[in-house]
């Protein structure tokens, strides 16, 4: 599996538009691998999406608790869509609506 950089510090800084936007992008790659049926990209999409997840929950915790819920609420779907033959079709276009207000608060 390739390793990557996760910056943190630049992530503490991202509004939530621009976080939810970018686990988004690992969603989208993470479901795309899959439909090829490329198990090793399918998998570390699915790894990365999961740490961001996993890392903006633990800032939400301390920011906005009362958001955590829909967070995992989406981790636990992208589980589902990815690992099982169940794909939640709304993920990608909730993930997509974040990525949009971000482009548009730019």
């Known amino acids: ?4 950089v996760f910056d943190k510090r630049a992530w503490e ?13 690992e969603v989208g790659r993470a479901l ?14 699915l790894y990365r999406g999961l740490d961001l997840i996993d890392f903006t929950a633990q800032l939400w915790v301390r920011r906005s608790p009362h958001r955590l819920k829909e967070l995992l609420r989406a981790r636990e779907l992208f589980i589902q869509s990815v690992t099982t ?3 939640d079709k709304t993920l ?3 993930f997509m609506q974040f990525a949009i207000a971000a482009r548009l608060r730019r």
């Open 13 to 25: 800084t991202m509004s939530l538009f621009e976080q939810m936007g970018n686990i988004g992008s």
């Open 32 to 45: 795309a691998a899959k439909r090829r049926n490329d198990k090793q990209s399918t998998e570390s999409a």
């Open 85 to 87: 033959t169940r794909e």
């Open 92 to 94: 990608e276009p909730y």
């Open 1 to 4: 599996m390739a390793s990557y």
